[in-house]
């Protein structure tokens, strides 16, 4: 049977007969023709793994503690989540479900929702899978390649939603972040416990064809064949309402501007996939140069050696200051209402005090 295209009137006709709680519409991708709605997935799965993560997900019956709610847009009044991506017709949803989940995870990792962080979905993508638009890819390889090689900011390398060659900047190693450990989360009531303690996850779901008229509301299947498997980043959940909250990566023509609400167990999402959660997260070897934040200055000897510490650019600072030094240093501190320091690292490379 040919996959076919959404007509909107029937459509929103079926979600109130219905009583299904979304809004159908025109989006930035729902009059794209079928090939180039399919070229925006990319998730590949085998039959055999479905059917072997069913099964895991049905013998998870362990109950765990959780809140009723939580949405990591808005959490204790912040924004703990990274802005929409647009992966364009290329099949890289896996590069930006995990690496939305990832650049979240850091910022609550370092308890700062200002963190600059933004990672290359081209890195992940074109090094860690190769030309594999048309292709597609799995979420294990993906976490492997960011726990082995790591992954750097976009600035390195941008993302264009064509197959390109694996070629990052000159510098790259020295700003990849990299991640310790990832584990698979089959049971639902884990996972939410795991978003709610830690942050968003990683996580996969079926595709059909109404899914790209959604505009906003708590989507259910409706109507439409199955077009394919999706990556995406659950970034919370509602008890009350019953439903996943979700980041997208087809830009902010889509959805409720490129977030969208997912009934639990629709579209395989609790059914027949794992969520993937990050563990501790290793960033990149920073340079940078800044006041002490606090001014938590002080020296302590360890054993022999003298050592400079500095709080500053969120992250402590050291410098290892030689016998003839310390006179001056301790003078410096003791005359100075401000430290400016430079550092590579963690280790301090310039120190002046400020006595205004």
Not at 277 to 290: F, L
């Amino acid at each position: 049977m040919a996959e076919e295209k959404i007509r909107i009137d029937e459509l929103q006709a079926s979600i109130s007969e219905k009583g299904y709680d979304w809004e159908a519409g025109v989006t930035s991708v729902s009059e794209l023709s079928v090939e180039e709605q399919n070229s925006m997935l990319g998730l590949t799965v085998t039959e055999e793994e479905l059917k072997e993560t069913k099964l895991a997900i049905e013998r998870a019956i362990e109950e765990f503690a959780y809140p009723a709610s939580i949405d990591w847009r808005n959490h204790k009044a912040k924004n703990w989540t990274t802005p929409i991506r647009d992966q364009q017709s290329c099949g890289s949803c896996v590069a930006f479900g995990s690496l939305g989940a990832m650049e979240s995870r850091a910022k609550i990792q370092k308890n700062d929702p200002n963190l600059a962080v933004n990672l290359s979905e081209a890195h992940l993508f074109f090094c860690g899978c190769g030309k594999c638009c048309g292709s597609g890819w799995n979420f294990a390889p993906a976490l492997n390649f960011i726990k082995s090689t790591g992954v750097v900011d976009e600035k390195c390398y941008p993302y264009k939603g064509v197959n390109q060659d694996c070629k990052p900047c000159s510098d790259w190693k020295n700003r990849v972040w990299k991640i310790q450990n990832w584990s698979a989360i089959a049971n639902v009531s884990q996972r939410k416990e795991n978003l709610a303690a830690s942050g968003p996850l990683i996580a996969g779901m079926a595709v059909y064809s109404d899914f790209f008229n959604y505009k906003k509301g708590i989507y259910k299947h409706t109507s439409g064949s199955l077009r394919g498997y999706h990556a995406i980043t659950a970034v919370g959940y509602d008890e009350n309402q019953n439903c996943w909250i979700c980041k997208n990566s087809w830009g902010t023509g889509w959805g409720d501007n490129g977030w969208f609400k997912i009934a639990y167990g629709q579209c395989y999402i609790d059914t027949q996939f794992n969520m993937y959660a990050i563990g501790k997260i290793i960033p990149s070897v920073e340079k940078g140069c800044g006041y002490a934040t606090y001014s938590l200055i002080d020296y302590y000897f360890e054993g022999t050696n003298r050592i400079l510490w500095a709080y500053a650019g969120n992250g402590w600072r050291y410098k290892r200051i030689a016998e003839h030094e310390v006179a001056g240093i301790v003078k410096l501190l003791s005359e100075s209402r401000r430290l400016y320091v430079c550092w590579d690292g963690n280790q301090i490379t310039f120190v002046r005090g400020w006595k205004n």
